[in-house]
Structure formats: C-alpha cells, structure tokens
T-cell receptor, first 115, second 118 residues
Framework: AQTVTQSQPEMSVQEAETVTLSCTYD???????LFWYKQPPSRQMILVIR??????QNATENRFSVNFQKAAKSFSLKISDSQLGDTAMYFC????????????FGKGTSLLVTP | ETGVTQTPRHLVMGMTNKKSLKCEQH?????MYWYKQSAKKPLELMFVYSLEERVENNSVPSRFSPECPNSSHLFLHLHTLQPEDSALYLCASSQTYKPSGSDSYEQYFGPGTRLTVT
C-alpha cells in the first residue's frame, strides 16, 4: 500500500505572503497521480491541483503551484499571495490508476491565514 | 442540483438502529466512492464502485453495507453501529475512462454526512 506523509500538522501565514506545505509518499509504482485537496471549515473537499507522475513539468493553478520531485518522492504545494479564504485543511493524496482509482490521503495540514 | 450531494447532512443514531446514507452525483461520472473521515486519522477509503460494480472493499465491517443501483446513486446502509463509527462520511465520484483518452481521475466530493452513534 502507498503511504502519504504530511509532516506539518499546522501552519500559519500572513495574508499576501507565500507558504509551502510539504508532502512525501512511498510507492514502487512508476505511473501514478498526485493531488492536493482543500477542505475549508464548511467541510466540502475541493481539488486544488493535480500532477501526473509522467509529466516532469510542475503543475500550476493560479496562485497554487507544486514542486514535484519524483526521485525524492516529494510533492509540495506552494501558495502565493495567501488570502484569508485559503484557511483550510490541506490534504495530499496519491492515486494509482487502473487499480480501483482510490485516493490514499495524508493526515492533512491545517493552514491558518492571518490578516 | 449540481456536483455531488449527500443526505442527510447530520445523523444521530443508536447502536441498534438501521439507517441509510444517500449520495447522488450530477456529473455523469462512472465511479463512486465512500470515505470515512475520523478525527486525527487520514481519510479512509471504504468502498469503490466502478460502472455500478464494487471493485474495492477496504476491509470494512459488515455493519456497513453499500449499494449502487445506478451510476448516479450510492447508498451506505448502516446497522448495529458502534460509537467508534461516529465520523464524517464522504461520498465522491470520478470519471475513470473517457473515450477521448483524456482521463483526469480527480474525484469530486460531496459535503459529507456527520454521523454520531450513541
């Protein structure tokens, strides 16, 4: 089974600053997908960004970008120009396609954006 | 309704009750999932249905019984639960195959059902 580790249970950042959330994973697979999901206090889980392992280019979505290091099995999320609405739990997730398509989640990082 | 909906949003039940959680997806997806989210634990996969067939049962106790009558609906039938089953139950859906070959696999989640077993 694949394991996903998020080593930062809680983080805090000031508005407009940049913050990086870390995620490492363990797998022997070569083809897989990685995701960052956001769960605001309202509890609706929302996809933030995804990365295909076969792509070397790091994914970006507006203020969100990842640093994907396949050899190091590292997948960090960078949030630029942090906004109050970014306050949420952030979950890193691993998926192996063609085998159930289920997501393996890390324990999450609670991010607080302060004024 | 859009996206993934779940009912009820909150449920309190005794250990001897029988209840069901309902999930409906309006995205035309072909796969649906049940996850359990407990405090201080990672989200745990419970069941996966692809094309209405169960493809994964992640060692879930038999007091949880899933049902997928069609690709848009997913149920979780509950009976004789234990207090440790209290959690947020999340439903998700995804498209695992597209004829164009442009699979994206991301899962879309519902708001969850907060279950309390007394």
């Amino acid at each position: 089974a694949q394991t996903v580790t998020q080593s930062q249970p809680e983080m805090s950042v000031q508005e407009a600053e940049t913050v990086t959330l870390s995620c490492t994973y363990d797998t022997s697979e070569n083809n897989y997908y990685l995701f960052w999901y956001k769960q605001p206090p309202s509890r609706q889980m929302i996809l933030v960004i995804r990365q295909e392992a076969y792509k070397q280019q790091n994914a970006t979505e507006n203020r969100f970008s990842v640093n994907f290091q396949k050899a190091a099995k590292s997948f960090s999320l960078k949030i630029s120009d942090s906004q109050l609405g970014d306050t949420a739990m952030y979950f890193c997730a691993f998926m192996k396609p063609y085998s159930g398509y289920a997501l393996n989640f890390g324990k999450g990082t609670s991010l607080l954006v302060t004024p | 309704e859009t996206g993934v909906t779940q009912t009820p949003r909150h449920l309190v039940m005794g250990m001897t009750n029988k209840k069901s959680l309902k999930c409906e997806q309006h995205l035309g997806h072909n796969a649906m999932y049940w996850y359990k989210q407990s405090a201080k634990k990672p989200l745990e996969l419970m069941f996966v249905y692809s094309l209405e067939e169960r493809v994964e049962n992640n060692s879930v106790p038999s007091r949880f019984s899933p049902e997928c009558p069609n690709s848009s609906h997913l149920f979780l039938h509950l009976h004789t639960l234990q207090p440790e089953d209290s959690a947020l139950y999340l439903c998700a859906s995804s498209q695992t195959y597209k004829p164009s070959g442009s699979d994206s696999y991301e899962q879309y989640f519902g708001p969850g059902t907060r279950l309390t077993v007394t």
